[in-house]
């Protein structure tokens, strides 16, 4: 089922998630979820706390080919980062439009459950650290807009704040143009 994503900032998203306490049917429901909204909204990444449930699951998927390869992190814990920095421009489901340069350590190693509930880690490196480091800040309450200046992040909100207005003053059907 396709959930509904919330947008900054919608205050939600700055809860800190909890720790999951068995992965069953119920969180694997919820994965399936997050994967179906994370493609409909041409996503790479989605924390649980974006369609509003404030727990410690993530999914990725980085398209880096046709087929659906999605990635599942349950309590996810980085245990180990590298020295050396990388930058993206990334953006995020829940601030749509913006996209900024933010720096992160260039590569981390994770522990964490799988959609089975088996523990795993993982070394990433490139987009996939960055993913995972974009993710797991969200189950920490933290956007990467936060990662940002000051001045850039009143900038981001100012422009989200607008578009949300221009959302909400137009005509719920529209007027026909004859
Ligand atoms: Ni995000």
Redesign the pocket.
Known sequence: MIRDILIAPNPKLKTISQPVRQVGARERRLMDDMTETMYAADGI?L?AI?IGIPERIIVMDLREDEARKPLYFVNPEISGQSAKKAIYREG????PDIFEEVERPAACRARFLDYDGSPQEIECSELLATCLQ??MD?LNGI??IDHLSRLKRDMALKKLRKAKKREESAPERPSLAL
């Open positions: 990444g924390a974006q995020c489901l829940s601030v974009h993710e969200h956007l990467f």
